[in-house]
C-alpha cells in the first residue's frame, strides 16, 4: 500500500455527506441519496475498487450529476467560497498579473486589471461547463471597480 | 535555500485512522502527499464538508 487506502463504502460515504453539506449550505432543498442519477453514481461507487479509473469516473460522474440539480436550483450563480472545498476550486492572483506592478508603481493611481486564476483539483472525469465572474462588494475610499464579463473556465490547464 | 522548508523523505508512514465519527466540520481527514500508508476504515463523517481532503487521500495508488 502506498499513500492512503480508503475502503470504497466509506469513499462513498464521504462523498455523499460532502454533497449534503454542500446542498445544505447552499440553501437548496433534497438529499442527494434521493436524486436517481447521483445515488446510482454513489451506490456504484461503493463498490469499486478503490483507487481504480471506475472510481475516478464515478466521483466525476456523482459530482457532475450533483452539480447539474444545483445548478438548476441555483441559476443565479454559487458563491466560491460555497463549493470550493466540495470541488477543490482555489482561486489566486497571478504575480504577473498587471496589478501588482501598477500598485506598486502608480502613486496617483490609475486603471489596472485584476487576473484571477480559479483551479479545481478534483477529478471531475470530463470538463464541465463552468463560468467565473468576480464582483468587489466594496472598494476602499477613491477607489472605483467595474467588473469583467463572466469567463468560462477551461478544462486546459496542467494536470498534476 | 528558496525551497520552503526543504521537504525530504516522507514525515508520515503507516497509519490507521478506524473507527472515528467526524461532524459538523469543515475538514474531516487530511493527508498530505507526503504521507505513505494511510488506511481508513470505518469512519463516518456527518455535515462535513470536505470528509476526505489532502492528495493522498484524494489518489489512492
Known amino acids: 500500500m502506498s499513500k492512503a487506502y480508503v475502503t470504497p463504502t466509506e469513499r462513498a460515504e464521504a462523498l455523499q455527506v460532502s454533497l449534503q453539506s454542500l446542498i445544505a449550505s447552499l440553501g437548496v432543498k433534497g438529499d442527494p441519496m434521493q436524486w436517481p442519477e447521483v445515488a ?3 451506490g456504484a461507487l461503493a463498490k469499486a475498487p478503490s483507487g481504480s ?4 469516473q464515478l466521483q466525476g460522474v456523482a459530482l457532475r450529476a450533483a452539480l447539474a440539480r444545483v445548478a438548476k436550483a441555483k441559476p443565479e450563480g454559487l458563491p466560491l467560497a460555497a463549493v470550493a472545498q466540495t470541488l477543490g476550486l482555489s482561486v489566486r492572483m497571478p504575480w504577473e498579473s498587471p496589478s501588482h506592478v501598477h ?3 502608480r502613486p496617483t493611481g490609475g486603471p489596472s486589471a485584476l487576473d ?3 483551479t479545481a483539483s478534483l477529478p471531475l472525469g470530463e470538463p464541465i461547463p463552468l463560468t467565473a465572474e468576480a464582483e468587489v462588494p466594496k472598494t476602499p475610499a477613491g477607489w472605483a471597480s467595474q467588473l469583467s464579463a463572466p469567463v468560462e473556465l ?3 490547464a496542467r494536470r498534476s | 535555500m528558496g525551497h520552503g522548508f526543504g521537504r525530504k523523505g516522507r514525515y508520515v508512514r503507516d497509519v490507521l485512522v478506524e473507527n472515528t465519527q467526524i461532524a459538523n466540520a469543515d475538514l474531516g481527514v ?6 505513505d500508508g494511510v488506511m481508513l476504515h470505518g469512519n463516518s463523517f456527518s455535515a462535513v464538508k470536505s470528509p476526505l481532503g489532502g492528495r493522498a487521500c484524494r489518489r489512492p495508488t
Do not use: G, R, W
Open chain 1, 116 to 118: 484571477l486564476i480559479v
Open chain 1, 53 to 56: 479509473p471506475e472510481d475516478t
Open chain 1, 154 to 156: 477551461s478544462d486546459k
Open chain 2, 30 to 35: 487530511f493527508a498530505y502527499a507526503t504521507a
Open chain 1, 40 to 42: 446510482a453514481a454513489l
Open chain 1, 103 to 105: 500598485l506598486q508603481n
